[in-house]
């Protein structure tokens, strides 16, 4: 096979890759090495910045995302009992966010590459990027129990953190910079409406705990385990229990509760790798970066990456110029290392460490006092929040 672009990965990266190469007259072929049932009901994100819906929307894949999408004015904090709404179009221009989640995405992605997209490959395992330093980079893959392999000018890892593009970098050029966290997140799907209308985020002596939603009728909520904690560990009762005494409040606000669907554990981790760019390949999305999930920023950090690299692979077709190619990892990681370090920030905001004292505990309180009553410190997290302007 032969292409222009090939791609490892029909995430979220690779996906809205292949799509906007695709509306620029670009071609590309997507490998993606697991089912599309996978693919589309693997629980992840589910806060898009207002840079990802523009992008979506104006990518001809917002028409589900506007109908089914619940946009988000605000989120709460929670801390000593206490609620604090944080106005994000208020406190930064006018942005929001929306609660659309990444499963959603996929989906419309996948579909609309079906349909008027180039070839896009399940169940086609990438087994290595070769010939990256030199003009014609080659992936052998497997599909359909045959080993074939696609010719590319160029190669983009979308594949994620355990991917294979990642590989391909000479260690002498790669730099590793992460950090893992001493909890987990126990993440639960619940067939009952929401208890609140927005994200509430909660800083509590015994652990953090997100509530968030999927829909009107379903619930997303989060609690801060140890790190090792099996999901099949926790029942349900013992779930909401858990959850309730997080997200206590001084008034009557209640926790609803209902049947719980689906449970998964995520591990915490900070990581980037430098640079996202070698001779013909280029890293985007978790391939290059991972954020702690507090901050709300994989899929959008994906999303900004994929924008910067179709804009600088049709301004080289259309100009013969590599400038914008030449500035790809540089442009990439100064968005990333923000959001690296809101999402690292947030993180220690809210979660107990399991060794922390009570001094650390205090100085989360005043943390979370100082942005619930000072301007600067809550704009500064709002503007993190819904996201670094793209480009
Ligand atoms: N060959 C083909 N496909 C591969 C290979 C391979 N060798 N290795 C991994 N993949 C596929 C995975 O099956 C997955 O579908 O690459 C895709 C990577 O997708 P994601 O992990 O979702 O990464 P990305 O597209 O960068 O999106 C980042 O996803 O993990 C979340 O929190 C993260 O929201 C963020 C978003
Ligand atoms: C989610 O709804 O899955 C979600 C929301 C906000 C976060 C992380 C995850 O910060």
């Not at 993440?187 to 509430?200: F, K, M, R, T």
């Not at 804009?311 to 990439?332: F, I, K, N, Q």
């Not at 947030?346 to 060794?355: F, G, N, R, Y």
């Amino acid at each position: 096979m032969r292409t222009t672009v090939g791609i490892i990965g029909a995430g979220p990266a690779g996906l809205l890759l292949a799509r906007l190469l695709h509306r620029a007259g670009v071609e590309s072929v997507v490998l993606e090495g697991r089912d599309r049932a996978y693919v589309e009901h693997r629980q992840r994100a589910g806060i898009l910045e207002q840079g990802t819906v523009d992008v979506l929307r104006a990518a001809g894949a917002g028409r589900r995302m506007d109908r089914e999408g619940l946009r988000h004015d605000g989120i709460e904090l929670r801390f000593d009992r206490r609620r604090h709404r944080v106005d994000l179009p208020a406190l930064t221009g006018g942005r929001s966010v929306t609660v659309y989640a990444q499963t959603e995405v996929c989906k419309d992605l996948i579909a609309l590459q079906l349909e008027e997209g180039g070839p896009l490959l399940f169940e086609a395992e990438a087994l290595a990027v070769e010939g990256a330093e030199g003009g014609r980079p080659r992936v052998p893959f497997r599909h359909q129990g045959r080993e074939d392999e696609l010719e590319c000018d160029y190669v983009v890892g979308c594949d994620g953190f355990w991917g294979v593009s990642r590989a391909a970098f000479p260690a002498a050029v790669s730099r590793v910079f992460e950090r893992t966290y001493p909890y987990a997140w126990l993440g639960v799907l619940a067939d009952v409406a929401p208890s609140h209308d927005e994200l509430v985020y909660a800083r509590h002596d015994r652990g953090f705990a997100l509530l968030s939603m999927r829909s009107p009728s379903v619930s997303r909520l989060y609690l801060q385990v140890p790190v090792g904690t099996e999901a099949g560990a926790w029942d349900d009762e013992r779930i909401w229990d858990e959850l309730e005494r997080r997200l206590e409040t001084d008034d009557d606000w209640r926790l609803e509760r209902g049947p719980i669907t689906q449970k998964s554990v995520t591990p915490m981790r900070s990581f980037v790798h430098e640079p996202m760019r070698h001779g013909r390949l280029f890293l985007a999305g978790d391939a290059a970066h991972i954020v702690p999930p507090t901050g709300a920023k994989g899929l959008n950090l994906a999303v900004g990456d994929v924008v910067t690299l179709a804009r600088a692979l049709v301004h080289e077709r259309s100009t013969g110029s590599p400038d914008l190619l030449d500035a790809y990892s540089a442009t990439c990681l100064r968005r990333v290392w923000q959001a690296e370090r809101f999402s690292c920030d947030m993180t220690a905001l809210l979660h107990p460490a399991p060794d922390a004292g009570d001094f650390e505990g205090r100085l989360q309180l005043a943390r979370l006092e100082r942005i619930a009553t000072t301007p600067s410190a809550e704009t500064d997290l709002a503007e993190a929040y819904t996201g670094f302007p793209l480009g």
